[in-house]
C-alpha cells in the first residue's frame, strides 16, 4: 500500500571518541600556509575536533544501532539499509565484508541494502532522498539510512572550507507516524562546477529553495531552522544567506564544538537543535548540504508525539 505519507524518525549519531582541540591537528601551521588561509580561530570559527580510532563500518553500526533503539523498532522491521560514506575502502573487493560487517552489526538479515557516495558531503541527504522515493512507492516500508566517514590522511583533517570531524549519523525513513513528516526532497547541480576547486552555489541553493517552498506552498522565511553543514562560519553564513535565509534560521554553535562531520552535519545539526528545544511542533525545518556543482535539500515538520 502507497503511505499518504513518509516520516523521518530517530536521528541519532556518534563522533569520534578522541576529543582535541583543533591547534593539536598535525602539520597545522604548515596547512595554513599552504591554504593561504588567515589564522584567526575566531573569525573561521575554529574548535574541537574528534577524532576516531574506529573504522567507518563501527561508527555506522554505533550510530544505527542508537537509531534504531532510539526508534523501538526490531532490527527484522527494517526493510533496506542505505549506506553512505564519503570514500568506501578502496577496492571493490572489500566492499561486501563491509556491508556485511554492518548489516550483521545491526542485526539486519536479507534486507535490500544500497550504496551512497558520490554525493560527497551530500550523501546523507542524497541517501534520504532515495529512502524517501523507496517508502513513497509502497515496496518498502522502514529504511535505515546510515552515514559514516573519518579523516584518511590527518596533514588533510583542514580543507579551505572546513575542519573535518570523524562521525557517523542515522535516521529511519518510514511510513509510521512520528518524528518528522518529510514534505519534500530537491536537489539543484551544475556540472560544469563538480570539481572541488570550485566554489559552493549560492544560486544552486536558491533554486533547491524555490523548488521546495513551491512544492510546500510555503515561503523561505516560513522555515524555522536551517540544518546546514558545519563548514567554516563566515563562508556558511556568506553563502546561505546570499540563499536568502535570515541569520536566527542558521545555527554556527557546532561549527567550533563538532567541526565539520562530512555528510552528518545536518542530522548532528537537527538532533542537537532538539535537545536545545530549538525544535517545535508544527514547524518546519530543512536539511541542506552544498558542495561544488551540487545542492540537496530535505524539508520536514515536526509532528506532535504519539500521547
Known amino acids: ?50 577524532r576516531t580510532e574506529k573504522d567507518i563500518a563501527a561508527m ?23 549506506l553512505c560514506s564519503t570514500e568506501f575502502p578502496e577496492g571493490t573487493g572489500s566492499h561486501g565484508l563491509l556491508v556485511q560487517t554492518v548489516m550483521s552489526g545491526l542485526g539486519l538479515e536479507g534486507v535490500d541494502f544500497i550504496g551512497v557516495t558520490l554525493n560527497s558531503c551530500a550523501n546523507l541527504l542524497a541517501g534520504i532522498q532515495v529512502a524517501d522515493a523507496m517508502v513513497a512507492s509502497g515496496r518498502y516500508r522502514r529504511v535505515l539510512v546510515v552515514t559514516s566517514d573519518r579523516v584518511a590522511d590527518e596533514s588533510a583533517r583542514m580543507e579551505k572550507f572546513a575542519l573535518f570531524s570523524d562521525g557517523a549519523a542515522s535516521c529511519v525513513v518510514a511510513a509510521d507516524q512520528g518524528g518528522f513528516e518529510l514534505v519534500s526532497c530537491a536537489a539543484a547541480h551544475n556540472i560544469q562546477d563538480l570539481d572541488w576547486s570550485s566554489e559552493i552555489s549560492s544560486e544552486l541553493s536558491r533554486k533547491v529553495n524555490e523548488r521546495l517552498m513551491k512544492s510546500a506552498g510555503m515561503k523561505l522565511e516560513d522555515v524555522s531552522g536551517l540544518m546546514h553543514a558545519n563548514i567554516f562560519k563566515p563562508i556558511l553564513v556568506l553563502k546561505e544567506m546570499q540563499a536568502g535565509f535570515a541569520a536566527d534560521q542558521l545555527y554556527t554553535d557546532n561549527i567550533a564544538r563538532t567541526g565539520h562531520c562530512f555528510a552528518a552535519d545536518p542530522l548532528i545539526n537537527l538532533v542537537d537543535r532538539t535537545a536545545a528545544g530549538h525544535v517545535r511542533d508544527g514547524c518546519c525545518y530543512l536539511l541542506a548540504s552544498s558542495v561544488p556543482g551540487s545542492r540537496i535539500g530535505v524539508l520536514l515538520r515536526k509532528v506532535p508525539e504519539q500521547p
Open 1 to 50: 500500500m502507497i503511505p499518504s505519507s513518509v516520516f523521518l524518525t530517530a536521528p541519532r549519531y556518534v563522533l569520534g571518541e578522541i576529543e582535541e582541540d583543533h591547534t593539536a591537528i598535525v602539520g597545522l601551521p604548515e596547512r595554513i600556509a599552504e591554504l593561504r588561509i588567515l589564522p584567526k580561530a575566531d573569525f573561521w570559527g575554529w574548535g574541537e575536533i574528534r
Open 60 to 82: 555506522a553500526v554505533e550510530s544505527g544501532a542508537a537509531t534504531l533503539r532510539a526508534a523501538a523498532v526490531d532490527p527484522a522491521s527494517i526493510d533496506a539499509l542505505v
